[in-house]
């Protein structure tokens, strides 16, 4: 690959707390091998329409302890096409930058990946995503807040539900994964958890429960992930209730109060090392690689596994979860 010189930085899909920490690391990264940093505003919107900015040192300080992400993002129809990723080739030709750290999740990887079949401009990927369901690192940017944030959830229905014998079932962000949900529940102590990964839950769950009314249990909270096969927390509990007609049932949906709020010292550090690794790479002339953590060191994936190969909890360990709820 010829010298690079210019890179550019973006933040694309759902935003996950600890990605201005990633992109602090990547500008300063650059900054310091002599480079220049050109954010792209909205993601791969903002690459197609040439929303580029230059950032020196004092652009990225005072960000890393923010949620959210100063670059913004978004979810771009346009990057799918033919025709949006030829417009974004040619933005970044004008603009004369010669590779692209792309921070997200999955679909900014599968983006990336399918821009770098069609032109000679290498990519980086920078998983940032609450749900921690990217194959090739064991932690992506955003999970520990999301986490720690409903934990703390967690905790305050649990006193609701204890003052008041109710049941609740609260329900956590994972379509695909049940990272949070299985996370989650064990820091919380909850009776059940119900995650994509397992069919038939809720016939267990029902077992469960009848236990437990019959040893008068005062609260029970039962943890949902959102992509559960049964339909989420008000599916499921308006099945326990026509069942259990002396069960007060209530619902949480904790919804996007899990992507936002100040990023965990963890999600800061990691953010901060897939930054710097992330250029490095790039310096190392390497190219369509995400940068993951894996066994306590940082690791890199190429973007055709970790597109292909799939994530998902260990459902031996729900087993430790049942054991520590009876």
Known sequence: MAKIKKIGVLTSGGDAPGMNAAIRGVTRTA????????????GYEGMIHGLFKELKAHNVSDIIQKGGTILKTARSKAFRTVEGRKQAYEHLKREGIDAVVVIGGDGTIMGARKFSEEYDIPFVGIPGTIDNDIYGTD???GYDTALNTVVEAIDKIRDTASSHNRLFFVEVMGADAGFIAYRSGIATGAEAILVPEMKGQVVGLKDYLEKGFKRKKASNIIIV???????GAFAIAKKVKNDFKDYDVRVSVLGHIQRGGTPSAYDRVTGSLFGHAA???????????MIGYTDGEISHCTFNK??????????????????LSV
């Not at 970790?306 to 054991?323: G, T, W």
Request: proline share 0%; glycine share 6%; aromatic share 4%.
């Open 31 to 42: 900054i310091y091998n002599r480079l220049k940093v050109i954010g792209i505003r909205h």
């Open 139 to 141: 932690y992506t940017i």
């Open 225 to 231: 992930a959102e992509g559960d096969e049964s339909g």
């Open 279 to 289: 250029v490095e790479a790039l310096l190392d002339d390497q190219k369509s690689v």
């Open 306 to 323: 970790a597109i292909k190969l799939q994530k998902h909890v260990d459902l031996e360990k729900l087993e430790i979860a049942e054991i």
